[in-house]
Nanobody, 124 residues
Framework: QVQLVESGGGSAQAGGSLRLSCTASGRTFSSYVMGWFRQAPGKEREIVAA????????FYADSVKGRFTISRDNAKNTVYLQMNSLKPEDTAVYYCAADYAPGFTPTRREYKFWGQGTQVTVSS
């Protein structure tokens, strides 16, 4: 079991940056593949980025590739999402998620643990 808490959301102007953090409870953080998802108004939830257990493999949605960076610090039980060059279409509720299934298949797995979400609003 793991409890996830997101922080770092807020408002930014187009072209600006935000850094989201997700801290996890427990002592088995390194056992989890971690992902960031977002859900914009009127749209389905979509995966934004994911990172393997050791941090050696990452995945990014095409819409954020080159602008967002996912990273993790297992010693701090924390996963980050650095968001640069923000666009108004990045506006969404961002969710941190964790899963312990074997392998790294970020788009083909059911993430079992979810944070409550943090609002990101990007204005033009």
């Amino acid at each position: 079991q793991v409890q996830l808490v997101e922080s770092g959301g807020g408002s930014a102007q187009a072209g600006g940056s935000l850094r989201l953090s997700c801290t996890a409870s427990g002592r088995t953080f390194s056992s989890y593949v971690m992902g960031w998802f977002r859900q914009a108004p009127g749209k389905e939830r979509e995966i934004v980025a994911a990172i393997s257990r050791s941090g050696g493999i990452t995945f990014y949605a095409d819409s954020v590739k080159g602008r967002f960076t996912i990273s993790r610090d297992n010693a701090k039980n924390t996963v980050y999402l650095q968001m640069n060059s923000l666009k108004p279409e990045d506006t969404a509720v961002y969710y941190c998620a964790a899963d312990y299934a074997p392998g790294f298949t970020p788009t083909r797995r059911e993430y079992k643990f979810w944070g409550q979400g943090t609002q990101v609003t990007v204005s033009s």
